[in-house]
């Protein structure tokens, strides 16, 4: 009897201590989102995030994302060599660094574990200027009826003498 009572203990207490892992990307998991650009006022599109292939390494793992497709040029698919909207891969590290590379190869670093005010480099820019991120919030936020806790991020783009810059985005397709 007291060893049942130590085996529904350890249960209870492995179910309660689950951690978020606040990862980017979750393999196995398709997700869609709508996006209005300012671009194209009146036009939805639909962006979907659905890992087809994953490299598993020592440290990290390799993710990429099916090939969507390309409304914008009549509805053909993307050539293989061509990026998705989320970039050509994703980088997931053992240590929680997701890292997003764009079609340049350039990388997108968000920090999955970093805690409350934390700070680093989102984005290196030219000339050592770059994009800073930093977590100003951590809470439970509740959203078509599921309760998670959710990181807010500041960004700041400052110079290499750390001095903030006012950015403006272009976008272009």
Known sequence: ????????????????????????????????FISLFSFAPGRTYINS??????????????????MSVDLLSGGSCFPASRSTWIGNKIIQESSGNDYFLNINS???????????????????????????????????????GLTDSVKTLSLQAKNSSEIIFQMTLIHSR
Do not use: P
């Open 49 to 66: 995030i659905s890992i087809d292939s994953v490299y598993i390494a020592s440290g990290y793992d390799e993710l990429f994302n099916f």
């Open 106 to 144: 350039d990388s997108i670093c968000i920090q999955t574990q970093a805690n409350l005010n934390d700070t680093w480099h989102l984005f290196e820019l030219s000339g050592g200027d770059y994009i800073q991120a930093k977590v100003i919030s951590i809470a439970n936020e509740n959203f078509i």
């Open 1 to 32: 009897m007291r060893k049942n009572f130590f085996v529904i203990l350890f249960f209870l207490f492995t179910q309660l201590s689950f951690a978020q892992n606040y990862r980017t990307i979750n393999a196995g998991i398709t997700s869609h």
